[in-house]
């Protein structure tokens, strides 16, 4: 299940057109990009999460 881009209202999977405000959704080769954008930057944040929970471990043991 997917998502208008444009009203937000849920419509199956490989739908054209939002059948409540007639939006043109996003073919499966975009989609495919976006989701593996969202993948990257996911990872990317968990990155920086761990790199500054580690910065603060090594601050807390300074003192």
């Known amino acids: 299940m997917g998502f208008c881009i444009n009203c937000g209202q849920q ?3 490989g739908t054209r057109f ?3 405000c007639g939006n ?3 073919g499966e080769p975009l989609l495919q990009r976006l989701r593996i954008e969202a993948q990257q930057i996911h990872a990317l ?3 920086m999460q761990s790199q500054q929970q ?3 471990f090594q ?3 300074r003192w």
């Open 18 to 20: 939002c059948r409540f």
């Open 24 to 26: 043109q959704q996003p």
């Open 54 to 56: 580690n910065n603060q």
């Open 45 to 47: 944040r968990l990155q």
């Open 59 to 61: 601050q807390q043991r």
């Open 11 to 13: 419509h199956a999977d």
